[in-house]
């Protein structure tokens, strides 16, 4: 099984329309994030996760939300979908407490495109 | 992976040669910066990192070379195979406690 699983992995929904994306991880790590990827545009942090009880906005959050169900989820949520949220977003997780910066594992991605 | 190349620098190799991809940072203040490699269809998987203590670090077939002055950082592949072929994202962090800002990423295509 993958460290890091997104669900789902491939999503065509409407304009309007909520939708939830789901990330889970078996690397026992305190640390998670949602990023989106953009061609051109390299990835952008949107909401990153320290540990369940810690959520903060990233570089470009208006328009989602996010809920850290529990140590090993973190799910992204788009209330509204607009089209311009068209993009691949992935989940990554990193261990915490060293005060050094980890490489972050990611997970395969979720194509989302809005109709 | 997918589309996400679209747009991107690209650079074009002969396999057998060494590959050099260039990454301009823009916090002066990064202490931490890694390389990634995006194969098409998966997530960006992590090469090798360096701390701004250092200017230069070697791994299997990789070597990162930092240049703090004009905010520049550099992945050497030496002997590119054409399993190279992928997106690189170069990624900085202020510190331990702050999320990787990614750059916007080169694309190696490796010429058989």
């Known amino acids: 099984d993958a460290d890091v699983t997104q669900t789902p992995r491939n999503r065509i929904t409407k304009t309007g329309k909520r939708i939830m994306l789901e990330c889970s991880q078996t690397?026992?790590?305190?640390?998670m994030y949602w990023y989106r990827q953009d061609p051109g545009l390299g990835l952008r942090l949107i909401y990153y996760?320290?540990?369940?009880?810690?959520?903060n906005k990233g570089e470009i959050s208006d328009g989602y939300s996010v809920s850290r169900q529990a140590q090993a989820k973190f799910s992204l949520s788009l209330e509204s979908a607009i089209p311009n949220q068209t993009a691949l977003y992935f989940c990554?997780?990193?261990?915490?407490?060293?005060?050094?910066?980890?490489?972050?594992?990611f997970g395969s991605g979720t194509r989302l495109t809005v109709v | 992976g997918e589309n996400v190349g679209l747009h991107l620098p690209t650079l074009s190799v002969q396999e057998g040669d060494n590959s050099i991809i260039n990454c301009a940072y823009s916090?002066?203040?990064?202490?931490?910066f890694i390389w990634y490699k995006q194969e098409s269809g998966k997530g960006p998987q992590f090469i090798i990192d360096i701390r701004s203590n250092m200017d230069k670090r070697q791994g299997q077939r990789v070597t990162v070379l930092l240049n703090k002055t004009v905010k520049h950082l550099s992945l050497q592949i030496a002997a590119t195979q054409p399993g190279d072929s992928a997106v690189y994202f170069c990624a900085e962090a202020y510190s331990g406690n702050t999320p990787l800002v990614f750059g916007k990423g080169t694309r190696l295509s490796v010429i058989a």
């Open positions: 916090n002066s203040a990064s202490d931490y």
């Open positions: 990554a997780t990193s261990e915490s407490g060293t005060g050094d910066v980890d490489g972050y594992t």
């Open positions: 996760s320290f540990d369940v009880k810690d959520i």
């Open positions: 690397k026992g790590h305190d640390r």
